[in-house]
């Protein structure tokens, strides 16, 4: 069983930056393919960013290209999302997913663990 727990979430003003991080435990970091997803209330959870095992492939939402970073530290069994440039409509519970697989995965049904979420709220 794979636990994940959420950190860096917080309040930032419109134009600044946070770092998510997010730390694995309970499983073998380096053969899950991870995701970074979020959620607003009413709303289904969607897609942010996602990476493979390796680490050598990402894939982000139109929304956040060039924006935010999804990177990994195996050794460190933890995922990031470097955000900057933040906009209100970045607001939302973001929450980090983990699945076995040799690709990355978009689609929240894909991913078999999921933390409990950090809230980012973007001022404007």
């Known amino acids: 069983q794979v636990q994940l727990v959420e950190s860096g979430g917080g309040l930032v003003q419109a134009g600044g930056s946070l770092r998510l991080s997010c730390a694995a435990s309970?499983?073998?970091?380096?053969?899950?393919?991870m995701g970074w997803f979020r959620q607003t209330p009413g709303k289904e959870r969607e897609f942010v960013a996602a990476?493979?095992?390796?680490?050598?492939?990402?894939y982000y939402v139109d929304s956040v290209k060039g924006r935010f970073t999804i990177s990994r530290d195996n050794a460190k069994t933890s995922l990031y999302l470097q955000m900057n440039t933040l906009k209100p409509e970045d607001t939302a519970v973001y929450h980090c997913a983990a699945t076995y697989g040799g690709s990355y995965y978009y689609k929240a049904h894909e991913y078999d663990y999921w933390g409990q979420g950090t809230q980012i709220t973007v001022s404007s």
């Open positions: 309970g499983g073998t970091f380096g053969e899950l393919a």
């Open positions: 990476i493979n095992r390796s680490g050598g492939s990402t």
